[in-house]
């Protein structure tokens, strides 16, 4: 009973997160700038998009969280999903990436249809991967175990598309493709990728936690435990403000490095173009993201998640207030301080996914009913609002300031976008440090929810699987 997961099903695990990441990154580090300086779209045109298409997202996590709750198969309630979604997940996500020469509001619309059906399979595959967590273990240190690796798949995801991407663009366009056509080739091997991870995830894991027998509950009152669930507000207000802080970074970088660092001449290596100085610096923030992952269960086990949480976000608010004041000569310092945030943020993931499954348990100890679903849910969506906060406010700040692509900007134009790399972000870090003040499920607290709940289902005959 309660044994340690074995290596394989962890890295199993990790492959989910992989695949989700490699396209999150494409949407957060990519799709604005492909949207701007290839299908040649207006910031302003697709910032609104980005936010609009959320509406429709906050109505569908919730809702992939209660199906997930109401699925019952032999290979569990969560499991399946991966299996089903991987390849709806991988065309869509290609048509994502393509350019058809429809016209200014052709061109809109399809950016439109396709966006949002792809966040669609991203909830389909991801609402279902993050509630599996809740369901492999029911041991709190397990579960950020769990969650450090999914991060590291996470980040390890994201560096493999930043690290590759550039080259791959550039390799097609030497082979004849256009930009556009270099972005679409480059999508589908990633697509085909994210469909053999998404498909290993399945087989390679387990769902152990076995619940309570219990009176199936309504929707009305699932939303009804979830409106009093007081912890799960503080993470989601936590979770989205620490996804505008990480969307404005990535969204913004390669506006960052095209615009204001350009080329730069740098001792032993002569000239480097800004959109290899971008690949460095995107592929070193998630090296440094991962590197802060691990560091997250031995700083949680000595100071508590809420507060290794709490000064990982401060110093990420206080390091990119610094940096609205570096030139682009300064380009040493730039990095080394990518460095240091990047460890910053890379400790905060994980911990916001074991507070989640904390969350559940909390919510299972104190209502006698578990919606395990619908409270990760939660976490998608603040994910995906978030990021379209993020997105959309990077947008928004580029047309303010008068942004035109593919031009050199006007003084007013790199102040805006020194402002979405820095000081935008350094609002998003604090007010999520903030949020978490108020969280109150100590780990201390929840060993003994979690003892009173295992004895629970031991007593309904009912448990965790050996």
């Given at each position: 009973?309660?044994?340690?997961?074995?290596?394989?099903?962890?890295?199993?695990?990790?492959?989910?997160?992989?695949?989700?990441?490699?396209?999150?990154?494409?949407?957060?580090?990519?799709?604005?700038?492909?949207?701007?300086?290839?299908?040649?779209?207006?910031?302003?045109?697709?910032?609104t998009?980005?936010?609009?298409?959320?509406?429709?997202?906050?109505?569908?996590?919730?809702?992939?969280?209660?199906?997930?709750?109401?699925?019952?198969?032999?290979?569990?309630?969560?499991?399946?999903?991966?299996?089903?979604?991987?390849?709806?997940?991988?065309?869509?996500?290609?048509?994502?990436?393509?350019?058809?020469?429809?016209?200014?509001?052709?061109?809109?619309?399809?950016?439109?249809?396709?966006y949002?059906?792809?966040?669609?399979?991203?909830t389909?595959?991801?609402?279902?991967?993050?509630?599996?967590?809740?369901?492999?273990?029911?041991?709190?240190?397990?579960?950020?175990?769990?969650?450090?690796?999914?991060?590291?798949?996470?980040?390890?995801?994201?560096?493999?598309?930043?690290?590759?991407?550039?080259?791959?663009?550039?390799?097609?366009?030497?082979?004849?493709?256009?930009?556009?056509?270099?972005?679409?080739?480059?999508?589908?091997?990633?697509?085909?990728?994210?469909?053999?991870?998404?498909?290993?995830?399945?087989?390679?894991?387990?769902?152990?936690v076995?619940?309570?027998?219990?009176?199936?509950?309504?929707?009305?009152?699932?939303?009804?435990?979830?409106?009093?669930?007081l912890?799960?507000?503080?993470?989601?207000?936590?979770g989205?403000?620490?996804?505008?802080?990480?969307?404005?970074?990535?969204?913004?970088?390669?506006?960052?490095?095209?615009?204001?660092?350009?080329?730069?001449?740098?001792?032993?290596?002569?000239?480097v173009?800004?959109?290899?100085?971008?690949?460095?610096?995107?592929?070193?923030?998630?090296?440094?993201?991962?590197?802060?992952?691990a560091?997250?269960?031995?700083?949680?086990?000595?100071?508590?998640?809420?507060?290794?949480?709490?000064?990982?976000?401060?110093?990420?608010?206080?390091?990119?207030?610094?940096?609205?004041?570096?030139?682009?000569?300064?380009?040493?310092?730039?990095?080394v301080?990518?460095?240091?945030?990047?460890?910053?943020?890379?400790?905060?993931?994980?911990?916001?996914?074991?507070?989640?499954?904390?969350?559940?348990?909390?919510?299972?100890?104190?209502?006698?009913?578990?919606?395990?679903g619908?409270?990760?849910?939660?976490?998608?969506?603040?994910?995906?609002?978030?990021?379209?906060?993020?997105?959309?406010?990077?947008?928004?700040?580029?047309?303010?300031?008068?942004?035109?692509?593919?031009?050199?900007?006007?003084?007013?134009?790199?102040?805006?976008?020194?402002?979405?790399f820095?000081?935008?972000?350094?609002?998003?870090?604090l007010?999520?440090?903030?949020?978490?003040?108020?969280?109150?499920?100590?780990?201390?607290?929840?060993?003994?929810?979690?003892?009173?709940?295992e004895?629970?289902?031991?007593?309904?005959?009912?448990?965790?699987?050996?």
């Amino acid at each position: 009973m309660n044994q340690p997961i074995k290596l394989k099903e962890k890295i199993g695990y990790s492959f989910g997160d992989f695949a989700s990441s490699m396209f999150w990154k494409l949407f957060t580090m990519f799709l604005t700038i492909f949207y701007t300086d290839v299908v040649e779209l207006t910031p302003a045109a697709v910032g609104t998009m980005l936010l609009l298409t959320r509406i429709w997202d906050s109505v569908n996590d919730p809702m992939m969280g209660i199906i997930c709750d109401r699925t019952h198969t032999r290979q569990g309630k969560f499991r399946p999903y991966l299996f089903w979604v991987a390849i709806p997940f991988a065309i869509i996500g290609v048509l994502t990436f393509t350019k058809f020469n429809f016209g200014p509001s052709g061109k809109l619309i399809y950016a439109y249809i396709t966006y949002t059906l792809m966040m669609m399979v991203y909830t389909a595959v991801n609402v279902p991967y993050s509630s599996l967590m809740g369901v492999m273990t029911p041991v709190p240190a397990e579960r950020t175990t769990l969650a450090s690796f999914r991060f590291l798949g996470a980040f390890a995801g994201g560096i493999f598309v930043t690290a590759t991407a550039a080259h791959l663009i550039d390799f097609f366009k030497q082979g004849g493709a256009s930009e556009a056509q270099g972005y679409q080739y480059t999508i589908a091997i990633y697509a085909f990728l994210a469909v053999v991870f998404f498909w290993l995830t399945y087989a390679w894991t387990k769902e152990r936690v076995k619940l309570a027998p219990q009176k199936e509950s309504s929707i009305k009152e699932d939303f009804k435990d979830l409106s009093k669930n007081l912890p799960w507000f503080i993470v989601l207000g936590t979770g989205v403000f620490a996804l505008i802080f990480t969307s404005l970074r990535d969204g913004s970088m390669m506006y960052y490095f095209k615009y204001y660092i350009k080329d730069q001449q740098l001792p032993f290596w002569g000239e480097v173009g800004w959109d290899k100085l971008a690949s460095v610096y995107m592929t070193l923030w998630l090296v440094c993201n991962m590197a802060g992952v691990a560091l997250a269960k031995p700083l949680s086990d000595k100071f508590g998640k809420k507060w290794t949480y709490m000064w990982s976000m401060l110093l990420c608010s206080g390091i990119s207030f610094f940096m609205y004041l570096l030139e682009p000569e300064q380009i040493t310092l730039i990095f080394v301080l990518n460095i240091i945030v990047g460890l910053a943020a890379g400790i905060i993931m994980p911990l916001i996914w074991a507070m989640y499954a904390d969350i559940a348990d909390f919510s299972e100890w104190k209502t006698g009913r578990r919606a395990t679903g619908l409270i990760f849910s939660s976490s998608s969506m603040s994910q995906k609002m978030g990021g379209a906060l993020g997105g959309a406010i990077t947008l928004w700040i580029l047309a303010a300031y008068g942004f035109q692509a593919n031009l050199d900007q006007t003084a007013d134009g790199i102040t805006g976008i020194k402002m979405i790399f820095s000081i935008y972000p350094a609002i998003g870090a604090l007010v999520s440090a903030l949020f978490i003040v108020a969280y109150r499920l100590s780990d201390k607290f929840m060993v003994q929810v979690t003892a009173e709940l295992e004895q629970k289902r031991q007593g309904d005959n009912s448990g965790v699987e050996q």
